[in-house]
């Protein structure tokens, strides 16, 4: 079966994807990626323009081959000090029992790149081959510029309004994620209903009723969920965690050996650590989130403030069971190993299936 | 690609099984689809062993080719009369706006097929040649009847614990029964943690860790979903809603019409109906019950008794929307043709995948 055009567009051999995973995809990752056939990604999202740019110039010092550069597109935070202080003092027991002091504010710690005029200037320089949304969309004239600096721009939808709406901005590929997706769930809008489509239904529905490329993402980890995207219709598949294991990844020890134990066997979608609903490998923060109500929540990313703080305060005494450990449901079948081997491995297995 | 053994053994020439769907399906449609090469089924958790009787001696002769009989094994009914009061107390404003009586009392509308010993002497006797369980799994006498007279068992899993005591039973083959899925989830102890795991991840982790026959069901509505999970590694596809438009099937004119609407594009899972976890469209029943509390509502299928009570109300005033409309995910491509004309189309997809 010949792959799909759009591969050939972006100058990439294999429909495998790197999904872009800020704070734990690294250059070396993305380069081995792309180096290896694929497409390697980095998530500068957690960035100021600064460190962005950092992380593309080492990227393009290690490949010449395409590499996608991913943004969070939300809506800038409503702060809510009354919300925030309640949440601050809910999570303080946690604090305490690792003989730390939360912060006493929390703040916005990403800034979103829509209307990010510095972000958008640094992109046209610095030229990726692909600049990918999450979250939603850029303004008009940021999604014009980058158009115009020949970047091919892909999108995140979980539904078909959302889908839509990259098509109707002119995206060149939607990434299909579907429910068994890890980390941040990309819903425009999280406080709108979602109908929770998993990977399987989302990518046939898109397919029959979007005239865009799919990028499919949720719970794919091996050849034979390739095969089975692309025979969904999809041009590609996204994959995060089969990477987070990979020597490459900036995932801390805890992170890596709950994902290696029996711990993979059980994702949580949650709203508690960041703000906004991702999928976590179940554990310590998890479990203590599961009884919290949606409301007592701040905003995103003004919650992550405090899950960051938290994490640190439990790293800092051995604890890992506090760390965003971001993770699909096929986080089982993960293998660790360096990423271009993975890319090979997937390759060899995609081609036998 | 040859297909799995599993269908030789049961002598079905195309890997598309038709979920049982008890109350929907009919053996008209059970035999089409069989007679067409499939796999035909009906669901007889709702009948009584007379009712069961006539459901499975009425497809036998309209077909002389395999058909799977599906039973639910859930554990008995706990009542708890001051819940069953005050859901009926609860429900009791939409009677009255349909100028209905609510019943005073709920009974436990549905006999399991556990420890059920003239359900099993009656299977003895008609000898489908499947028998497949939903909610867990019978007795092990009653197993160990059905596997002497010859008859070939299914369970349905929705997790790899579930699968493996599925295998430790003895039984043939494995219904993945993903996330996606329409109406009632198998889970065999609906109050435990669910992990909710899409068809793409569940197929995939089952295949891996299990060393038995898979049938994949959730999402899959046309030729694209089959090829994928059979990539997966499955051996057939399962799937309901695809039919339930079917003119052989017993879905209501208000179900039928919900379907084929935009109210297809959003299923939400809901425990209101019956008392246990299923997918249903998006409708005034489960838009009602998405501010209940779930311990407000009583054990399955005690649940049922009202619920069928209250649609029947709203049906007598033309108010269709309080029906039992399960829908899987991938509701949105339902085609609406005769069982016989939708297996042929599918298999013509499925070869052109």
Not at 15 to 28: H, K, R
Not at 265 to 285: D, K
Not at 290 to 297: G, K, L
């Amino acid at each position: 079966m010949p792959y799909h055009p759009l591969l050939a567009r972006i100058g990439v051999r294999l429909p495998i994807f790197q999904a872009p995973m800020a704070g734990t995809s690294t250059p070396a990752m993305a380069a081995a990626v792309s180096d290896a056939g694929g497409l390697g990604a980095i998530g500068v999202a957690a960035e100021s323009t600064e460190g962005a740019t950092r992380l593309i110039r080492a990227t393009q010092a290690l490949t010449s081959r395409p590499i996608n550069v991913n943004l969070f597109c939300h809506r800038p935070a409503v702060p809510d000090a009354a919300v925030e202080a309640a949440w601050i003092a809910r999570l303080k027991p946690q604090f305490d029992s690792f003989s730390a002091t939360p912060p006493t504010q929390l703040r916005e710690i990403y800034q979103s790149f829509r209307s990010n005029a510095a972000m958008t200037a640094m992109l046209l320089e610095t030229r990726p081959a692909i600049v990918s949304f999450h979250f939603g969309l850029p303004e008009e004239d940021q999604l014009r510029a980058l158009r115009q600096a020949g970047i091919i721009l892909f999108g995140s939808a979980t539904s078909l309004v959302e889908a839509q709406a990259l098509a109707v901005a002119g995206l060149d590929a939607v990434v299909a994620q579907g429910y068994e997706a890890g980390g941040h769930r990309g819903v425009f809008d999280y406080a709108a209903p979602d109908d929770r489509l998993g990977t399987l239904s989302l990518v046939r529905l898109l397919a029959r009723n979007l005239p865009l490329p799919l990028i499919a993402a949720g719970g794919i980890m091996d050849g034979a969920g390739i095969a089975a995207v692309l025979k969904l219709g999809a041009a590609a598949a996204q994959m995060g965690t089969a990477f987070v294991g990979c020597p490459e990844s900036a995932a801390d020890q805890g992170y890596r050996v709950a994902l290696a134990s029996e711990a993979a066997w059980h994702t949580t979608m949650t709203r508690a650590i960041s703000g906004r609903p991702a999928r976590c490998l179940a554990n310590r923060f998890t479990k203590m989130a599961q009884s919290v109500p949606d409301s007592a929540i701040p905003d995103y990313p003004i919650t992550y403030d405090l899950g960051k703080a938290l994490n640190a305060a439990a790293k800092a005494k051995g604890e890992f069971g506090f760390g965003p450990q971001w993770a699909g449901q096929g986080a089982p079948l993960s293998r660790p190993m360096p990423a271009a081997d993975l890319v090979k491995l997937l390759a060899a297995e995609l081609a036998a299936a």
